[in-house]
């Protein structure tokens, strides 16, 4: 059959080209030693037919003391520079309860834009969102109807922009390329922190996890995304095959396709009395008994067969031309099955889709008041219904439904190989779930990007971006050397002092010196974590040479902890190689360890 032959031929389209590169990353140094990392993206503009632009996405100041080694380094600030602050009309927008559209777009951002995240201290989004629900229960709740509504329609717009653009950076990370010349500027231990915090943001209580743990919580996220794109590959590709559709994954580059679209042959219309249609988990309504594609007049692509169903350019003798009419797309990487992102012959759909459930939340929570916590039996029922109709395929994780969005537009505006038209057509139809007032369009969101990285770039160059800098440096400094009680107190002082006084023309130079040996400690207690978490025997798993130079680092520092005498004790008790057990025995004679450690070292044995 045609379609059988198809759906081999596109599962490889969109690996045959080799464009440049999507994106790249670009280091650029600033005031005292520190640096801003930058990953720019090559956007296609639909407003300049599809021309490429270099666009400024994602940007972390990287705290480095001036030093190419990574073991000093410590990452601060993650700005997403297609996030910005909205107009007045987008704020007074996302307060109308059942205000489901865009709210115009905002032109251009001349302020420095505000982090999306602070690395160095992520709980502080924990504590402010917790303060901010707390709020809103106990003194706008009890205001009434439409103070509650109000007051959660706001909230709900800014935390789903606010979602949108991370899940957006967190696209842009998982397509850039990870070659030697990417990690040459950001290491792989850095790339894994970006992303795991960019991605716990997301979660309540994700800035509480602990920086050793972000490296197992990246190996699991990616490779449940991995899993999940490839079980609704599979999927999409069954139920395609068993009615008679056409399969095409989409990707970036040749990386794994998060996309996918399903077409219909026009020539196999001719037959559609004898086909069957099992539009379960597909969410389509039957090809062969819609009259309307008989008369199609959508958009069609037409593409050149030869006598073995082999794909050939136009104007091959002897090819064969087979019309092809888009029916849907969807995204691979919502949880369980595929998600219906655009309907071509129903376009409303997956708008009504949203706009029901988001209707149904914003009745039921800010006019009715009727919340999870608050109400047990609310929540029972919502859990059971929600459980039942997620078991028969239906969307009802909108956390899921924002990033799968999310994804298809990072995808349409990096994309080169569609077809303008095409792209043009899913990027219409992708306009209609822009339910967020506080959202911008595509092409704004690039001039935005660019306009506020130049000005990131002359604050951070500027005496505020030091003084800020060398304040951060200063707290830092003290979490190393105060009790958790004592920094409590002092930063209840600094509410009326303002932070300690930074003058960034005069650099303390035993701050940097003082910061660099706590730095490069915990980069090494960092490392010992590590190696000790990945299985019983570390020397097996990890080079014993790099876990050697560790231990010699904490066994000659003199900030040693009692962690550094408990990590060491456990590279010797666990470690088979005779040599990396003789470097730790003598690290554990450095005074600051043996200080630490409150009894002997048992005996490890031959």
Known sequence: ???????????????LSQPPPSYRVEVQPVA???????????????????????????????????????????????????????????????ALSFGFFRAGSKSHANRVPSPALDLASPYKSVYSDLFSDGLQVLEFDPLGAAIRSTTRTYRGNSSDYSKLQVFQALATLDNLERDPDTLSVLPDSQFREIYSRLSLSTHAFGGLVREQHLSKYYDKRTSQLQETRGHNWDLLRQR??????????????????????LWIARSDLDGRAERRFDGQLLSLANPWTDDRLMHWTGYTQTRYFDSDNHAVPPGTPG???????????????????????????DTLKPKRREMVSQGATSMVTGVFGLTRF????FFAAEAFFSFYRGRHGAAMNRSARLQAYSEAREFLSVDSDLDPALKTELQRHLDHLALNPRENDVAHEANLAREQYATLLQWAESSRGAAKLERDRRKELEAYTKSPGARFFVDLGRIFTRGPHADPDQPNGVLHAQLDAYRRTAYY??????????????????????ISQSVSALGSSANAAPKAQHLISEVCARSTDANLRATCLRARQNPAIEAAAPTPVATLGP
Not at 49 to 60: A, K, R, S
Not at 326 to 344: E, G, K
Not at 374 to 377: H, I, M
Request: hydrophobic content about 45%; glycine content about 6%.
């Open 1 to 15: 059959m045609l379609q059988s032959a198809l759906v081999t031929l596109l599962l490889g389209a969109g690996f």
């Open 374 to 377: 608050g109400n047990p039996e």
């Open 240 to 261: 395609a095959e068993l009615n008679g559709l056409i399969f095409e994954p989409l990707a970036i580059e040749s990386g794994t396709p998060s996309e996918a679209l």
């Open 525 to 546: 207690e960092r490392f010992l974590d590590q190696i000790l978490a990945s299985g019983p025997a570390p020397d097996v798993v990890w080079d014993a040479e790099a």
């Open 32 to 94: 005292d030693g520190a640096e801003l990392i930058t990953v720019f993206g090559r956007l296609q503009n639909p407003a300049s037919g599809f021309q490429d632009l270099d666009v400024p996405l994602l940007t972390v100041l990287r705290d480095s003391l001036g030093s190419s080694d990574p073991a000093n380094a410590r990452l601060r600030d993650v700005w997403i520079l297609t996030s910005t602050r909205p107009t007045p009309w987008q704020r007074v927008a996302s």
């Open 319 to 345: 090819a064969r031309t087979e019309e092809m009419i888009p029916l849907a797309l969807y995204n691979l990487d919502y949880p369980r099955v595929p998600l219906l992102l655009a309907d071509f012959r």
